[in-house]
């Protein structure tokens, strides 16, 4: 049959029977395509709409909440649902440089959250904070070993903490919730992690297994049981508050479920000798799209590595522990990092380095960072800058030893290619 008899015709008369059914039948394969495209997307839908949704309390968007300040934060999301649900966040109608209402935010001194009071020797310094899954308290842990949980909604009289109490016996370094905000877990210089009721401040239990400060501390995600800690002694330990516990008068004494021996060591060679120098554990972030993938950073160099929780010892070796995968250092003098942060659908690590510059890494695949952020107001000397990413993904946030937080705007690869920031000053 030739051809000009089944398309529209030019020269002759149309086709009177084949022609409708043509379009019909193109036409009902096109809808067939977009229903399962929409069946796929559904679970990404939900959880976008959910994360993105205007806030009706305060009437700010929330990509102005430097705060994951729902649950569904914490959907576990696979890696083609993360890049998806990136995609989308990309394209939605806000999608509209706000940059310069991030500029305009000040704050007073009348406005300050202190943990500790004027008087006893004079107001410690704060070392951490974070809000709770909610969004609506946050902690704060300073060097006097104190912590103190604020009502954040309060926005009229003085700001005094809802609960306030004494720790540990030496600084606090960090601090996380739980997933459902009712556990606070902190992590101090008396080489312990604790556990506390959120709401009247008790000890529900102490987590005795490293050896030097405790550094860093995060829950894994969708978990309300399990956790995982790094110090200045290298390792990495992991908890269950659901095991390897004893019974210690009113609360619980707590051993490691796991271990990453050195996890950040170095092979030092000196003439015939070979030694292992242990490096200090500064980030520490669960993975989104795995529950058993653990990022670390260490204060030696400015690599991230990836373990897998379920590869990790019960004992000590005398091999070096060996990560499923590792990113590449920049060029250079070696720098360590600061803190370690995750963006909010999973996809992205962002590392505040001593070379002055947050790198940008694939939490999908390591490998070389995807890019470097830097401003002339930003530096950072030292380990206590940490970093953190909108609820949107659009906006991250840093300190710098300026005295100054740089927030950068972000596209959707995770850079700022806009080269637009806003500086806030206060500190």
């Given amino acids: 049959m030739p051809l000009n008899d089944i398309t529209i015709r030019t020269n002759n008369a149309p086709s009177t029977t084949r022609q409708p059914t043509l379009f019909a039948s193109l036409q009902a394969s096109h809808q067939r395509r977009h229903k399962r495209r929409s069946a796929e997307n559904s679970r990404d839908d939900q959880a976008s709409k959910r994360i993105c949704t205007k806030s009706k309390d305060t009437g700010m968007a929330p990509s102005l909440k430097m705060h994951h300040a729902e649950k569904s934060m914490f959907i576990p999301l696979s890696i083609r649902s993360a890049l998806r649900l990136r995609q989308r966040l990309s394209t939605l109608s806000f999608d509209i440089s706000t940059i310069h209402l991030l500029s305009d935010l000040a704050s007073s001194a009348e406005r300050a959250y202190h943990v500790s009071e004027a008087g006893d020797g004079g107001r410690q310094l704060p070392l951490a904070c974070q809000y709770n899954p909610a969004g609506d308290r946050i902690v704060l842990v300073d060097e006097a070993g104190c912590a103190g949980i604020f009502d954040t909604s309060r926005t009229a009289g003085p700001i005094l903490p809802l609960h306030r109490w004494q720790a540990h016996a030496h600084a606090v370094f960090d601090a996380a919730w739980s997933q459902d905000g009712s556990m606070l877990a902190t992590a101090a210089a008396d080489d312990t992690c604790r556990l506390w009721d959120a709401e009247s401040g008790a000890l529900k239990g102490e987590f005795r297994g490293h050896s030097k400060t405790v550094r860093t501390i995060d829950w894994r995600h969708m978990s309300g049981s399990c956790f995982a800690s790094g110090a200045r002694d290298g390792s990495v330990l992991f908890w269950d508050i659901r095991c390897n516990k004893a019974r210690v008068d009113s609360t619980y004494s707590y051993r490691p479920v796991s271990t990453i021996f050195q996890a950040h060591a170095q092979a030092r060679i000196q003439g015939r000798r070979s030694s292992v120098v242990a490096v200090s554990v500064t980030g520490l972030q669960h993975l989104r799209h795995d529950p058993y993938l ?117 596209d959707r690869f995770g850079s700022n290619s806009s080269g637009r920031r806003a500086v806030l000053q206060g500190h």
Wanted: include cysteine; charge should be neutral.
């Fill in 294 to 410: 653990v990022a670390t950073a260490g204060a030696a160099a400015a690599t991230v590595r990836l373990w897998d929780v379920r590869m990790t010892q019960s004992t000590r070796s005398s091999a070096l522990p060996k990560p499923i995968s590792e990113s590449i250092a920049p060029q250079g003098r070696a720098r360590g990092v600061a803190s370690l942060a995750l963006d909010p659908d999973g996809t992205r690590l962002y590392a505040p380095c001593n070379d002055g510059h947050v790198h940008v890494h694939n939490a999908l695949h390591l490998g070389e960072p995807v890019c470097q952020l830097g401003a002339p107001e930003f530096e950072c000397r030292g380990f206590g800058s940490g970093a953190a990413a909108s609820s949107c993904g659009r906006y991250l946030a840093s300190g710098s030893a300026t005295g100054a937080v740089v927030v950068w705007e972000l």
